[in-house]
């Protein structure tokens, strides 16, 4: 079993939108928050670094600046309310190297990505912040981020209309009915992917 949603496109998403400088005419804490973060991974997507190097350092501004225990809380929908303390304590750790790898695997393929953002309205879950993603000899694409928090981490991103989060959510769900409603089995089958992950140069 696999995150699909975090694809290429996702993780450019992730990486890109992460690597703006934005329009003072849409500055907010959110897009202050995303311009600090990002710019911080900016410096280090176009270093001189070792792609090794570049992982090591963007691991700790990822595990800081994103919720990944808040994204997969809500990837979990109803089944985080009938896991038991120990369930939930084994999926997010798995989920939480699930997630990294999926970005950091890619760091690579990014570089000189340039953003605008578009926009910025709230919502329930946070704010959204609209950005336009520009890369090299590649077509544009628009992105949201959802910002929320005190102090702020991302908890969501939208590409092409798409909630990561919601996407990942119900990819699990579906997962889980087709296997009698068994957390300890999608616990088991990330920690497949994770030992996948882990012998991947």
Not at 147 to 158: E, F, S
């Amino acid at each position: 079993m696999k995150l699909s949603p975090l694809s290429r496109r996702t993780v450019l998403g992730v990486i890109g939108a992460l690597s703006l400088v934005p329009s003072l005419a849409f500055a907010t804490p959110a897009t202050d928050f995303v311009a600090s973060f990002g710019s911080q991974l900016t410096q280090i997507l176009d270093s001189s670094d070792s792609l090794k190097q570049k992982r090591e350092k963007i691991l700790p501004l990822l595990q800081k600046n994103v919720d990944i225990a808040a994204i997969g809380r809500y990837c979990l929908g109803r089944y985080w309310r009938v896991a038991t303390p120990a369930q939930r304590e084994r999926y997010l750790h798995l989920f939480d190297q699930v997630l990294l790898y999926a970005i950091t695997a890619q760091v690579g393929n990014y570089q000189n990505v340039s953003l605008k953002i578009t926009g910025h309205i709230p919502s329930p879950s946070g704010e959204k912040v609209n950005l336009l993603v520009s890369r090299p000899n590649q077509p544009s694409v628009t992105m949201t981020v959802v910002v929320n928090g005190a102090p702020p981490r991302v908890i969501d991103l939208y590409g092409e209309g798409a909630s990561m989060r919601m996407t990942q959510r119900s990819d699990y769900t579906a997962y889980l009915s087709r296997h009698g409603d068994n957390v300890d089995l999608l616990i088991k089958a990330l920690e497949k992917q994770v030992a996948r992950n882990s012998q991947t140069p």
